[in-house]
């Protein structure tokens, strides 16, 4: 499970069990949030793998991530590998 929250205007990440995390991505749309999270048969298998609680949260550690990104150009290109996120569609958009 994740859960996106938001409204206490709060960057935070929080791993709430071996299957559930938190997020929020911030305030005043000056954070762009990206999360991950995996499919329901994947932690199925996973935990019917392993055969106990401690092992089901060492092996469902690194299927939930994130990433907090401030939202300006730079950061966006860097984080896309592009050097120009202008394109013929967006500049449709704005004008």
């Not at 911030?26 to 995996?38: A, E, H, K, N, Q």
């Not at 793998?49 to 950061?75: Q, Y």
Request: proline share 1%.
């Amino acid at each position: 499970v994740q859960f996106i929250t938001g409204h206490s205007h709060y960057r935070g990440y929080e791993k709430l069990d071996t299957c559930s995390t938190s997020f929020e991505a911030g305030r005043y749309l000056d954070t762009v949030g990206f999360v991950s999270f995996p499919k329901k048969d994947s932690i199925a298998a996973i935990q019917e793998g392993n055969g106990n609680e401690s092992t089901n949260e060492e092996a469902t550690t690194g299927i939930f991530s994130h990433r907090f990104l401030d939202a300006n150009v730079i950061t966006l290109q860097e984080t896309l590998g592009v050097s120009n996120l202008k394109t013929k569609s967006g500049k449709a958009l704005s004008t």
